[in-house]
């Protein structure tokens, strides 16, 4: 089991950045890729970025390219989204997730273990 423990959401202005962090314990070392997805009330749960956990290669929906960034902390076990020039658009509730072996990084269903999620909400 992998245990996920998200932190940093919070209500914004349009233009404004925050940073999400999403800590990773129990079974660390099976750990394959890392991933933000968010959903929005109403609204299927939707890919925002990935990283493999190893080799750091990164992986972004075309919607937060350029504005998000997805970075982790091997050491640490834990991974950050950096959100910036941030929208209303992006208002949701932000998930991370953990998958164990390889495949489609925006799939959601290949995602083993989740954290409770954050809000993020953006105000025009």
């Known amino acids: 089991q992998v245990q996920l423990v998200e932190s940093g959401g919070g209500l914004v202005q349009a233009g404004d950045s925050l940073r999400l962090s999403c800590a990773a314990s129990g079974r660390t070392f099976s750990i394959y890729a890392r991933g933000w997805f968010r959903q929005a009330p109403g609204q299927e749960r939707d890919f925002v970025a990935a990283?493999?956990?190893?080799?750091?290669?990164?992986y972004y929906a075309d919607s937060v390219k350029g504005r998000f960034t997805i970075s982790r902390d091997n050491a640490k076990n834990t991974v950050y989204l950096q959100m910036n020039s941030l929208k209303p658009e992006d208002t949701a509730v932000y998930y991370c997730?953990?998958?164990?072996?390889?495949?489609?990084?925006?799939?959601?269903?290949?995602?083993?273990?989740w954290g409770q999620g954050t809000q993020v909400t953006v105000s025009s």
């Open positions: 990283i493999s956990w190893s080799g750091g290669n990164t």
């Open positions: 997730a953990v998958r164990v072996i390889s495949g489609d990084y925006s799939d959601y269903g290949n995602y083993d273990y």
